[in-house]
Structures are given as C-alpha cells and as structure tokens.
C-alpha cells in the first residue's frame, strides 16, 4: 500500500456502464418470468391460486443458496490469496443472501396460513432456510462488531466456510427429522406444470442477485478505496484517520 | 517519505524494518518505521508515551502483524515466514504473561514444553536459580508482586535463549538483582551473535548497556533532540536519506 | 514440526487449562448448577405431567447441556486475556492449530465432567429408565459433546475477543449446532425407548459426520481466527 497521495486509484466508473444493460433487465426478466409463470400453470388442485407464491418463494430460497455458495468460495479465496476484494465480495453476497433468505421464510409463512392455519409449518425445505438465516444473521453480526478490516475479513472468512460446510448437513438433518415425525409437507415442486414457471423464475432470480451483488460489491469497493486514502493521508499527516 | 536505500549487505541483520506501519482501527501506531540492528549491537528506543514503543516490539516478535511495510529477522520475513521467526525472538512484554493460578514451576514447565525443550527439568532449574525464585517455585504467581512476577518472565526467557531480544521496559519494577539479570539475559544474546531492543525511559539504567539510542515520535523513528549518549560505531554500515516534508507533516531523518 | 513436539504442545495446553480450573473451580460449579438449573425449569415450564415430560426429556437435556455448557467457552480464553498470556502464548514456536487442539480437550474433560453431575439429576427428575443399550447412549453422549465442544471452542477464539462476547457466541454457535441438536436428541430418545425403529444407527452416523467434518475445519481455519 502506497503511503502517498498520488497512489489513488480512480473510481471504477467503467463498472457502472457495463453493469448498467443488468439495472434494466432485472425487473423486466423478472416481470417477464412471473408473468410466463402464472400463464402457464393452472391453479392448484389443492391450494388454488395460492401456489403461485411458489414462483418467489422457490427461486427466493435457491438463489438464498446461490449466496451462500458464493460466500464459501470468496471466503476460501480470501483466506488463500489475502485478497481483501474476495472478502468484500463475501460481504455483499451475504447482505444479499440474508434479505433472500428473509424473503423465502415471509413467503414460505404467508403460504401456511391458509394452506394449514398456521404460521409456521415445520417442513424441511422451511426450516432448513430458517437456520440458514440465522447462520447469515450470525456472519453479518461478526462482521458489525469488529471493527479492525484485516480482522474482520480473516474472520469473517472462517465463519463463511464453517457455516456455508454446515447447510448441507442441516438441510440433511432437517429433512430426516420431519421424515421421522410426519406432520405437514411443503407444495411438490417437481410436477411438470410448474416446472417450466419455477425454472424461468429461478433465473429471473439469478439475474436479480447478480446485479444487487454487484452493485453493493462496487458500493464495498468505494467505501474501501475511501477508507484506504484516508489511510494514506493519516501515515503521512498526523497519525490519525479523520 | 521515501525508504532509507537499503544496502545489499552480506551480514544478516538480527532486524530489519522497512516502512513498517501498523494501524489499530483508526489509529496508525507506526507510520513508516525504518531500523536495522546489526550482530550484537543494544539499540535502546526512547520516545514519548504513545509513540509506538511497545508496537515496535510486538510487531518485531510477530505478535502483532504489519500492516504496511514489511521486514524481517535474520533473514527470516515477518509477513510471509512468521513461524520462522518466532523461535529466534524473545519478547519481555508489559504484561508477565503467566498464568495467575498455576505456581512458578508450573508456569515455567508450561513454558518448557510449549517450546520443546529437550531436558526441560534442568532448563527449568537452571533458570529459576538464575533469576533467584527457587524458593518461590511452589508459590502460585498471583500471590507474587509485579517484580516477582516479571522475575518468572525473565526465567522463561533464559530458557528460550532467545537469539534477538525485544525488551519493554526492562528495567521497571526490578529491583538491582532484576536489573542485573536483565543485563546478563543481554549479554548471553550478544554473545550468541544476536541483538537486543530495549524500549526504556530510564535511559540512565541503559547507558551501560547500550551501543545506541534511537528515538520514536508519533510511530516513526526520528533523530533525538539531545545528542546521541555514544557516537555510532564506526563499523556501522549508514546512510542517512534525505527528508521530505509531506503535507505539513514534521520532517524525520532515518539513520539505517 | 515433529508430531512429538506437537502432540506435547496440545497435551501442554490442555493440562494448564485443567490445572486453572480445578484451582479455581469457580466455573465448574457454576456451568453443573446452572444444568440443573436448566432442568428444573424446564421442568416447571412443561407441566408435571410425567408422560409428557418424559417424551421430551432428551431434549431438554440436551438444552441444558448447550445452555449451561456455553459459559465454559469464553472462559477458556479469559484465562489467556487476563495476565495477558495470549501474547506469550502465540510467541512459541510450533503450529497454532495445537493451541485449539488443547483448548478443545480441556473443554471436552470439563463439558464431560459437567454431564457426569447433570445426567443423573435429569434421569431422577424426569423419571428416566437406564436402558439396555446404555452403551450406545453413552457414545451418543460423547460425540454430541465432542461437536459442541470443537464448535464452542472455535467460535470463542473470535468471540471471546470481541466488545459483544456474551451476544456473540451463542449466535455464532447455537445455528451451527441445530444438526447436532436435533441427531443427539433424537439418538437419546430413541435409545431410551429401545430404539424400537433402529433410527438411533443413522443419528449416529450423522453426529459422526458432523464430528469429522468440523474438527477437520476448525483445526484448519483456527490458524486464521486466533491473534492477540
């Protein structure tokens, strides 16, 4: 790291107009996808128009996942290479992944209550994402309370890998626990009338979670490249950053 | 602030510090610190309260990672090897260091194996004679007084025979006994081809000690007001650079 | 790094951390009181109801386990931060993942210790019947202590050291916990019963996995969370 003022590196603005075509096509694909769903797929025999809630609620809980994935591989690169963008990159993921999640359990609750009067329907998929929140809850929570950057990546880091490890294995147990203990089951979500909606969806998703984590990804490396210059400054100055 | 030039030389220096700089969250501890010791020299550093004093040791012994900057330890590079370099260092820190409810002889056997010591039981006794705590060996450390205490920290010291000593106040809390072991710890290092940084404000208790004095302002080294206490050994290898005034910052000089 | 050497770095490291402790006893005491504790709440929350009690009893065992056990962690590295010995500590030569390795033993002892005083105290309270596959129930003990205890360990490295410490652990730990939480309980209460369905075989095997893979994990990122 440069001690100098003239180390500054100029803001990425390129970044803006190249991701710039995504700000666009996220609503619209979206749009597009929810519309393509409810198109095509019939009501429910069971739930009724209920079930289009499964074309957020799913996607919303794939992609929660998609997050977490990229939040185990940034975390492992960070920890190899020392390379504070992968950690800034981890970061953002799991914003975004925590608000998927967050997404998922809402829908996921608003579905049961008039499917089986109740709130919470203790379903595997359901619970499973539950933990997965809190997992995510307890990664942002570490990272708000150290205050020192070369800390808080290490050791964010080591929490994502551990956590990101753990969801398959909750997931596992989860499902294995509600086999042993029959109670409500969550929509089947492989029959073949909803499964062109879910797919077109779930790419919808992936479109929307890649620009929201790019953009707060920028947004990370701005505030860092901000924090690094007045580092430069203070090693120069005084002593202290402003 | 431009680096001091840094001589390819063929002596591998006990430390070396180039630009180190550590920050601790907003507050930069070192800004750019620049310092070599050479074999067996005593290098005492002086300095106001907060000026980074204890910073420069912990970062030296690898307890503290730079932030900025980087350098080594005979050869050995603290950012990249600090495994390498811990073997070689022993760090006399303000704090003892012990556990309060194990007893002297449990502290030090805990130290022992800690390092790997091949017979520890005589490296334990030796040093407990040497320090002058036989008698307290059964006594547990937190009945003992900070100068007792520090006693028990020097006795690990003397089993680590450490090769380049980083001393924090050395001379604190002792009483003549204490000093004088502190003294003899840094004539074992010497002898042994290694160095010792002593960070003191008594630099009278230094004096006879010491080969030279450098001073810290604000996390950088700069030359004293007061004239230096002995000239710079005539084999010292220098080059003084040139300073630069940066944004209103005060100018410093860096003797390598 | 010869394994001798290591191997007495962790053995070290676990007896200091015993050694303090069974001086102090400080700890102990409160971690087995605040079990029992657990138990008789539960107790009262539940009702009197023997049946019902009885059905849930692993599981709230279980939960008095985590609940008291989580005090022991952060102990264990307040024991470092007090004379300042952490300093000390991470200055010897050798690997780090030695120091989790000893923490992590001592830990073990102390959380087995615990369940030695708790286990009995919820076998009277909730009118428990020591069945015939007491082994099993023993080794499910063991391992759901050995994955509380290398999570707990861990997470407290980065806890202990943090401005919100008692906040944290728990929710950094408790989320970790949930597949060994429900495997152990259900292990437990499907062996107390006789294990009529032969589920008890696959929570095993899960809280073996569980086991495997996060002291594997631990011991590999530990190097990365411990510092002065």
Not at chain 1, 223 to 241: C, F
């Amino acid at each position: 790291m440069e001690a100098t003022m003239d180390a500054a590196r100029a803001p990425e603005v390129t970044r803006r107009t190249r991701f710039s075509i995504l700000a666009w096509l996220w609503p619209v694909v979206l749009i597009a996808a929810q519309v393509y769903a409810f198109a095509i797929s019939p009501p429910d025999r069971d739930m009724g128009d209920l079930q289009k809630i499964m074309y957020v609620h799913v996607p919303a809980a794939w992609n929660a996942f998609i997050s977490f994935f990229i939040v185990f591989i940034s975390s492992i690169l960070y920890l190899w290479k020392r390379d504070e963008r992968h950690d800034l990159l981890a970061a953002s993921a799991a914003e975004v992944g925590a608000v998927l999640t967050a997404l998922t359990l809402v829908l996921g609750s608003i579905w049961g209550r008039p499917t089986w009067g109740v709130w919470w329907t203790w379903d595997a998929r359901l619970t499973s994402t539950a933990v997965l929140f809190l997992i995510f809850v307890g990664y942002l929570s570490l990272r708000a309370f150290t205050d020192e950057p070369e800390r808080r990546a290490r050791w964010s880091a080591a929490v994502g890998i551990l956590g990101a490890m753990n969801v398959p294995i909750v997931y596992m147990s989860v499902r294995w626990w509600r086999t042993l203990h029959q109670v409500q089951s969550s929509p089947s979500t492989v029959d073949s009338p909803y499964a062109w909606g879910l797919r077109a969806n779930a790419i919808a998703f992936l479109i929307v979670l890649i620009y929201f984590v790019r953009t707060r990804y920028a947004a990370a490396r701005m505030e860092r490249e901000a924090e690094q210059r007045l580092d430069a400054a203070a090693l120069a100055a005084g002593g202290y950053n402003a | 602030m431009t680096a001091a030039p840094v001589r390819e030389s063929a002596v591998i220096l006990p430390l070396e510090l180039r630009q180190v700089a550590r920050r601790f969250g907003r507050r930069w501890a070192l800004r750019g610190v620049n310092l070599q010791v050479q074999p067996g020299e005593v290098v005492a550093v002086t300095g106001a309260n907060g000026s980074g004093k204890s910073t420069l040791l912990r970062v030296a012994s690898t307890a503290v990672t730079i932030t900025a900057g980087n350098g080594s330890v005979f050869g050995h590079d603290l950012r990249r090897r600090p495994a390498s370099v811990r073997p070689l260092v022993g760090l006399l820190g303000h704090a003892p260091g012990l556990y309060d409810d194990l007893t002297v002889a449990e502290n030090l056997e805990f130290a022992a194996r800690m390092l790997a010591l091949g017979s520890p039981g005589g490296a334990i006794s030796r040093a407990l004679e040497l320090c002058g705590l036989s008698a307290h060996a059964g006594e547990r450390v937190r009945t003992l007084s900070s100068g007792w205490q520090r006693r028990v920290s020097l006795a690990r010291l003397w089993m680590q025979t450490p090769k380049l000593l980083l001393l924090d106040e050395p001379y604190n809390s002792f009483d003549d006994e204490g000093v004088a072991i502190v003294n003899r710890l840094i004539e074992e290092a010497r002898k042994r081809g290694g160095a010792a940084l002593l960070v003191t404000h008594s630099l009278a208790q230094a004096a006879a000690i010491m080969d030279r004095r450098v001073t810290l302002r604000h996390g950088v080294i700069e030359e004293g007001l007061l004239p230096q206490l002995h000239d710079a050994p005539a084999s010292h290898d220098g080059a003084r650079s040139a300073a630069r005034r940066v944004a209103g910052a005060q100018a410093t000089l860096e003797l390598s | 790094m010869t394994w001798r050497a290591e191997a007495g770095r962790v053995g070290a490291i676990a007896w200091k951390d015993l050694t303090a402790e069974r001086r102090t006893k400080a700890n102990f005491n409160a971690v087995a009181f605040l079990g029992m504790l657990v138990l008789l709440l539960f107790g009262f929350a539940l009702g009197p109801d023997t049946a019902t009690v009885r059905g849930v009893a692993p599981g709230i065992f279980w939960l008095a386990v985590l609940f008291s056990g989580v005090l022991a962690f952060n102990r264990s590295y307040q024991l470092e931060l007090e004379g300042g010995a952490l300093e000390s500590l991470l200055l010897y030569p050798g690997e780090r993942w030695t120091i989790f390795a000893g923490k992590l033993l001592a830990n073990l002892a102390f959380l087995l210790l615990v369940e030695v005083v708790i286990v009995p105290v919820a076998v009277v309270l909730y009118q428990l019947a020591v069945p015939e596959q007491w082994p099993r129930l023993l080794l499910v003990l063991f391992l759901g202590t050995v994955g509380f205890a290398t999570l707990g360990t861990f997470y407290a490295a980065m806890a202990s050291r943090s401005r919100a410490r008692e906040v944290l652990l728990p929710l950094l730990l408790f989320p970790m916990l949930v597949p060994l939480l429900i495997a152990a309980a259900e292990a437990s209460a499907a062996l107390l019963e006789g294990d009529p369905m032969g589920n008890a075989g696959t929570w095993i095997r899960l809280l073996l996995a569980f086991d495997v893979v996060f002291l594997a994990s631990a011991i590999l990122a530990f190097e990365h969370v411990i510092e002065v």
